[in-house]
């Protein structure tokens, strides 16, 4: 049980500590490194509590894949521009009121689920309909929920992530002209007749040659 | 108190007793690769330090070790050092959950294969972080080719998995071993298993699809700045990762440490032997591939991952599912 604690104290340190330097570090490019530090900590956390399946799809998804992408677009960023204009500046420094205004929401909200859950655990059991099966992985029992109970959120959300999909698709695409493109099917299927001619070119006119 | 000690000294002796032959057996494999190349072209490969040039590898290793490391004065410290440690440790951790035979296994978790693939979908970052710490055109250029590589081509890898998890049902890689006990998955699976293995060699970045290390055109890609012990880092990372989709491979497909045929001659080989063999001969399709194919052009690369290997792992999903749901095998109700 000590070894546990202190495993947990060590992560969680490190997740508090890296959530901060997010915000306060200077380079762009650290600040997103240490977002991946956080997702890698929190996820480490979840399997400690137990919940093993969602820490790995946390790694999977938010470090994988999602944080890969937020790496390519700040690094193509001017890192050096940003520097210094963050909290020093008047100019910038309106946002900081909304910015508190948000994170105390936020707090606020986590210390009524805190408390209720510390304080009153039999109310937050009366929200949930459904008991919970200890004795199978809870890879199992996630997919017991998921595909039963609440199977028809599960397709709206699929289909709310197709349509952002095909959204940013649609944004993003354009047809460009003039570009060639390589067909195999075209190339397998030449012949020869198609492709050699026996030209006899004149003297100082030469073959014409389209392209 | 003592007994806490014990377990972390037991823990920390298994881990070692796990480590020390599989950095070994990386240096065995760089020499087995070499020579392998060598053989498809009919040259001799690695042969004058010690008996069939068994020892090159380590000579390699100390030439490494006491060249200088250089690093470039415009290049981002922490993030360049911390480059191949990242690779190298990633490359290691995996290793933990791989089972050897149904109880030599360091940690039999649950969700071994999400273990797995989270960890393999972490390697970009190595070169993603290497690459743009070296502050330089080519090993940038070659870190962006190898993330967009890696992401395109772990979409396949998962939804393979997905195709093997639908037979098992369950996430543990000791469990997917033993539902391999009557027929190995490749038989019934066996598109997919070609799936795997180019989608592997992809992941690993190893030719054909070694574009971002096209020496012709990025001279080294991620690794040009690179010198001394933190290369070999690299390169020890490299290979470690090789042989872990090696042995996903024959743990996925092959059987991972069932013996082909339950028979008397078959069954006195003991069980970690097999799962060796299987991944040795995985290894050596891996470099039989490298010396034989010409390198990927990069819109190839991609066309091949998203609009070839996407759709048919998908559909073969579909096939596999209702397959399973039509005639009641489905391993859990």
Not at chain 1, 1 to 26: D, G, K, L, Q
Not at chain 1, 122 to 135: A, N, P, Q, V
Not at chain 2, 3 to 16: A, D, M, Q
């Amino acid at each position: 049980m000590i070894i546990h604690s202190i495993f947990f104290y060590i992560f969680s340190i490190i997740a508090v500590f890296s959530a901060i330097m997010v915000t306060v570090s200077r380079n762009t490019v650290h600040s997103v490194f240490f977002l991946i530090l956080d997702f890698i900590t929190i996820s480490c956390l979840f399997i400690m509590i137990g919940a093993e399946f969602i820490g790995m799809i946390m790694l999977i998804v938010y470090v994988g894949a999602v944080a890969v992408l937020f790496l390519f677009v700040v690094m193509m960023l001017n890192v050096s521009k940003q520097k210094n204009e963050w909290l020093g500046n008047e100019k910038n420094s309106n946002h900081i009121p909304i910015g508190l205004l948000i994170s105390g929401v936020i707090f606020f909200e986590l210390i009524i689920v805190v408390g209720g859950w510390k304080y009153k655990p039999e109310l937050l059991k009366s929200f949930s309909s459904i008991g919970i099966d200890t004795s199978t992985t809870n890879t199992h029992e996630i997919g017991k929920v998921l595909y039963t109970d609440y199977i028809h959120l599960f397709h709206l959300s699929g289909m709310v992530l197709l349509v952002a999909m095909i959204g940013a698709i649609v944004l993003t695409f354009r047809q460009r002209e003039g570009i060639k493109r390589q067909s195999y099917f075209r190339q397998i299927s030449r012949e020869r007749n198609e492709a050699v001619e026996l030209a006899d070119p004149k003297n100082n006119e030469g073959v014409k040659i389209d392209v | 108190m003592t007994e806490n000690l014990n377990i972390l000294i037991t823990e920390i002796y298994k881990i070692f007793l796990l480590l020390i032959p599989i950095l070994t057996a990386v240096a065995m494999i760089v020499w087995l690769d070499r020579r392998v190349w060598a053989f498809v072209q009919k040259r001799k490969g690695p042969n004058v330090v010690g008996p069939f040039g068994l020892f090159q590898s380590l000579a390699d290793a100390l030439k490494y070790i006491f060249k200088e490391i250089i690093i470039p004065a415009s290049a981002n410290k922490i993030i360049f050092i911390l480059a191949p440690i990242v690779t190298m440790t990633l490359a290691l951790i995996s290793w933990a959950v791989i089972p050897f035979s149904e109880d030599f296994v360091l940690a039999d978790i649950n969700v071994g294969i999400l273990y797995l693939f989270a960890v393999s979908s972490l390697g970009v970052y190595g070169i993603i972080m290497g690459g743009w710490a070296s502050n330089s055109k080519y090993p940038f250029l070659g870190a962006i080719r190898s993330a967009a590589q890696m992401v395109s081509y772990e979409v396949s890898i998962g939804v393979i998995i997905i195709n093997v998890l639908l037979c098992v049902g369950s996430l543990n890689l000791t469990d997917i071993v033993l539902a391999q006990e009557n027929l190995w998955f490749i038989v019934p699976l066996f598109p997919m298993f070609v799936i795997f293995f180019i989608s592997a060699l992809a992941e690993t970045n190893r030719p054909p699809f070694d574009l971002p290390e096209a020496e012709a055109e990025l001279v080294a890609g991620y690794q040009t700045e690179y010198s001394g012990m933190m290369y070999a880092m690299f390169w020890l990372g490299e290979y470690a990762n090789i042989l872990l989709m090696c042995s996903m491979g024959s743990i996925l497909f092959l059987g991972g440490w069932l013996s082909p045929i339950d028979l008397y001659p078959f069954t006195l080989v003991p069980a970690p032997l097999w799962l060796i063999l299987k991944i040795l001969l995985l290894f050596i399709l891996f470099s039989l591939v490298k010396a034989i194919v010409p390198r990927y052009r990069y819109d190839q690369l991609m066309k091949l991952g998203w609009k070839i290997f996407l759709p048919l792992s998908l559909t073969w999903v579909v096939l596999t599912a209702s397959y399973l749901f039509y005639f009641n095998l489905l391993p859990v109700n």
